[in-house]
């Protein structure tokens, strides 16, 4: 197995793989080496304490009592694993089945383990042992079937998770039998987290075992495991502590080893993932402000370390809004819009860093500002709509609550004052002001949506910022949506970025529209001459690749071949050159400049696409 | 080259309330050969409907014909043999391929569920099934995680298609998907029903995307199908209100932002 750098680095793994190789050595080397040792009676040295010769003393017939626990390590640990290897098992099996089986088979199995986990499970195994009978082989079976519900359950929790996707439904459609989606898809799916939990459930057996054995419920003289020795060697404590220690200490670092094993692993699993990067320097202070502007930003640039290197999702992007004005950012996934906005309201995620020549927002210096002042400033001059209503309400708090924070936070309001103003809040978005008592799960989706709209409003913020907000939501929703946006903007003056992949939309309510590719922006067009005024070859063939309800059936939709650039090996020259139907070599090797054709539409591409083509899209509609 | 006749077909979902029906008595009829288009908003049952002809979903009530045939799926046996009729696409391209398979192992398994093929037989059918749906066959032995969402749509397009269904379910396959590669998708679909003559069942919430592969459309509502019709009707002459609501709100990029306010 490939551990990751993590799991080398740390101290405690390499603690953690010192102790199981030494329980492996003396499982494997003990008997051989000390067998002999531990196994000759010596009628001269009877319950003798620690000597040169004994270390650890001798017990009842005289036999070396360091020999006996290093012996011991082999069936210590065997039995220990049998156990935890037929209770996992069978514990795994009748749990994951849950995922395949018809839906009374799913009851009864799950219904079942509900039962067993009632049971506590040390209880279990002493009352099983006795029914089995004292011995081995009991007291193996016994631990086994007291570990079988807890496995069962968690398996069934984690199959849960595979049996609700799309791919297991796929396959039971295709008519894949039982067994084959049992032992293909969930069991690989769900292998890791159990493989975890098998381990720190080995630790936890072992004490278990050696407490069985110690009972006289597990292994029986003349055999012996460290639960026996210490059980014997108990009788004389008091007079001679060793005897009864070594055996209990062995046990305790067995169980810590497996512990640690399980831990580290886990800490891998968890940790799998970029390593965090020192914090950004503060940005150097942003360029002349110009005057009139709610947004600001000049050469944005966000790096984000990812497992393969660092990439520059956004690269060198400006922008800039007016009050009141609507600006739609639209691109493809992973063309850096969300990250864009992401960087402008300082919500990156970890270990990105961004860069940028200027930033002001409502006319102030973001990088002049103090860490506090510039979150105040955030926080009370720019909103964000997410994408995903259902997420970014918290669903333990009432409405009212989560109107009133900000501005409780940041503006000293009173509760009063605030449960006013999130009532007029709520009526501007055209809800009633009684939602502020209800949570979010009893609202619908376009209802949540609202509720995100009348939160961002309760600041009276100069920038509003909406992530896809519409995109999870239904189309005669959407229309609400939108228009609720217009009426907004107009009334407060606010400026509204959004953000959409829908080219329609954005193009249908907004201003301005920049198309973004790739990182970078390479339009910036009227939102009228979108359909058929656009320049760059891109934002030609995104429109046209829209499916119009006019539009001839007959005929394939146009498409874009090929697919967008790997971030990691950025090309020196236009990023969508390698798609592009107007590429000429030079294209490959510098990256276009912007052209001006007047104030409002710029693009960046060194062959725009002429605008007589466009007398063609105009004749057909 | 499957005709699919659905009548009176009602689904509940258990702990909601006994009123309320996700699918409410819908009957719908797909000729063999023709794609029906089923829009509606989320919630309103389509893929309640989709998961209750292929048995995914219990039906209260109802019946499903394919090929004059009754469906059944009680038996692994039953769904076996539906299975090689009717095969469904899903609408979420994370999670419709199994993380650890790659292309390759996804396509043949599908492949050999009903008839066994030798290691070359096995290759050259992953090629064809991939180049089926526009696949480069250099990316067979992907991991879904190495793949964008347009190629793990296809893949799972791959796959359904790997039994040589008669009728493919494709349950909002493009929801997920930017606009430029939803066209080469949509583009697939009409393209495999041409050169397949499969039926499609095609469901999705957007309009547009909808009609441009349908034959007819079927409009459904609250578990209730409120209009059919063949979609040059529907979108020239809409009958329902909610069929004119959902053509009114589509957006286009013909409209002005100034005409939009005041209508």
Request: hydrophobic fraction near 45%.
């Amino acid at each position: 197995m490939c551990l990751p750098s993590g799991f080398r680095r740390s101290p405690i793994a390499w603690a953690t793989a010192f102790m199981l190789a030494s329980l492996v050595a003396l499982a494997v080397a003990g008997p051989m080496v000390w067998g002999a040792a531990a196994d000759r009676p010596d009628p001269s040295v009877v319950l003798r304490g620690p000597s040169a010769a004994h270390p650890f003393g001798t017990d009842g017939l005289g036999r070396d009592l360091l020999a006996r626990v290093l012996t011991a390590t082999r069936p210590s640990l065997l039995l220990a694993l049998a156990a935890v290897l037929l209770g996992a098992g069978s514990g795994i099996i009748v749990g994951s089945c849950t995922a395949v089986l018809g839906r009374r088979g799913r009851r009864l199995t799950a219904g079942m383990i509900n039962l067993l986990l009632a049971f506590p499970a040390l209880l279990v195994a002493m009352f099983l042992a006795v029914v089995f009978g004292a011995g081995t082989a009991g007291a193996v079976l016994a631990l086994a079937a007291a570990g079988v519900p807890g496995f069962a359950r968690l398996a069934q929790t984690l199959a849960a998770g595979v049996a609700g996707t799309d791919h297991l439904a796929a396959a039971r459609v295709l008519g894949l039998r039982r067994h084959r989606l049992l032992w293909r898809h969930v069991l690989p799916n769900i292998a890791e987290p159990l493989l975890l939990s098998a381990t720190t459930a080995a630790g936890t057996t072992l004490v278990a075992l050696s407490g069985l054995s110690f009972l006289g419920l597990g292994v029986q003289p003349p055999g012996y495991d460290w639960g026996l020795l210490l059980s014997q060697g108990l009788d004389r404590i008091y007079a001679e502590p060793l005897p009864a220690l070594a055996p209990g200490l062995a046990v305790l670092y067995a169980a810590l080893a497996f512990q640690l094993l399980g831990e580290a692993l886990a800490g891998s699993v968890a940790r799998r993932g970029p390593a965090p990067r020192a914090p950004a320097p503060t940005p150097p202070p942003s360029g002349p402000a110009e005057d009139g502007l709610v947004l600001q930003v000049e050469d944005l640039t966000v790096e984000l370390p990812t497992p393969g290197g660092t990439i520059q999702p956004v690269r060198g992007v400006s922008l800039s809004l007016r009050p009141g004005e609507a600006v739609g950012l639209v691109g493809e996934s992973g063309s850096g819009k969300t990250l864009t906005a992401l960087a402008l309201a300082d919500l990156l995620p970890h270990g990105a860093r961004v860069s940028r020549r200027t930033l002001r927002l409502l006319g102030a210096d973001l990088a002049a500002l103090t860490p506090k002042e510039r979150d105040r400033h955030l926080a009370t001059g720019l909103s964000m709509i997410f994408q995903n209503p259902a997420s970014a309400l918290n669903p333990s708090l009432r409405i009212g609550t989560q109107l009133t924070e900000a501005v409780r936070a940041h503006r000293g309001t009173s509760r009063a004052q605030a449960t006013a103003e999130a009532a007029d809040a709520l009526r501007r978005v055209a809800l009633s002001p009684a939602l502020l008592r209800s949570r979010p799960y009893q609202l619908s989706g376009g209802q949540r949506q609202r509720v995100m709209i009348a939160a961002g409003l309760m600041t009276r913020p100069g920038l509003i910022i909406a992530d896809e907000p519409t995109t999870a939501l239904d189309v005669t929703v959407q229309r609400q949506i939108t228009r609720l946006l217009t009426d907004i903007r107009r009334d407060t003056s606010a400026a509204l970025l959004f953000i959409s992949h829908d080219i329609a939309l954005v193009g249908e309510f907004c201003e301005r529209v920049l198309v973004m590719y790739a990182g970078t922006i390479v339009e910036a067009v009227p939102a009228d001459r979108l359909a058929d005024g656009a320049r760059h070859p891109y934002t030609r063939a995104l429109v046209a690749s829209v499916p119009d309800l006019a539009a001839d059936r007959g005929r394939p939709l146009p498409t874009i071949g090929g697919g967008p650039p790997d971030p990691l090996v950025p090309a020196p020259g236009c990023p969508f050159e390698p798609r592009c139907p107007r590429r000429q070599d030079h294209c490959a090797e510098q990256a276009p400049p912007w052209q001006d054709f007047d104030a409002t539409h710029r693009v960046a591409c060194w062959h725009p696409e002429p605008v007589t083509a466009v007398l063609k899209t105009v004749a057909r509609s | 080259m499957t005709h699919l006749q659905v009548t009176g077909l009602t689904v509940r979902h258990p702990g909601s309330r006994a009123s309320l029906a996700a699918v409410d008595g819908v009957s719908l009829e797909i000729p063999s050969g023709t794609t029906l288009g089923l829009v509606g908003e989320s919630g309103s049952g389509k893929s309640s409907l989709a998961g209750a002809i292929v048995g995914l979903v219990p039906a209260q009530g109802g019946r499903v014909l394919i090929d004059g045939r009754e469906a059944r799926t009680r038996t692994v046996r039953d769904r076996r043999r539906l299975g090689r009729l009717v095969q469904v696409v899903l609408q979420d391209p994370d999670t419709a391929l199994d993380p650890r398979m790659t292309a390759r192992q996804t396509l043949v398994e599908a492949a050999t569920v009903f008839r066994r093929l030798d290691r070359a037989a096995r290759a050259a059918r992953v090629t064809e099934l991939l180049g089926l749906v526009g696949l480069d066959p250099r990316l067979a032995d992907r991991l879904p995680r190495q793949l964008s969402g347009g190629q793990r749509q296809r893949v799972s397009l791959a796959r359904a298609l790997a039994v040589d269904p008669g009728l493919l379910i494709a349950d909002e396959i493009t929801s997920a998907l930017d606009v430029s590669v939803q066209a080469s998708v949509l583009n697939t679909i009409r393209e495999l029903q041409r050169r397949l003559g499969l039926s499609v069942l095609f469901i999705g919430h957007n309009l547009p995307a909808v009609c441009h592969v349908s034959d007819t459309v079927a409009v459904m509502r609250h578990g209730r199908i409120v209009e059919s019709a063949p979609t040059e009707t529907i979108l020239r002459t809409p009958q329902h209100p909610y069929t004119r609501a959902l053509l009114a709100s589509v957006p286009s990029l013909g409209t002005s932002p100034s005409e939009e306010r005041t209508s």
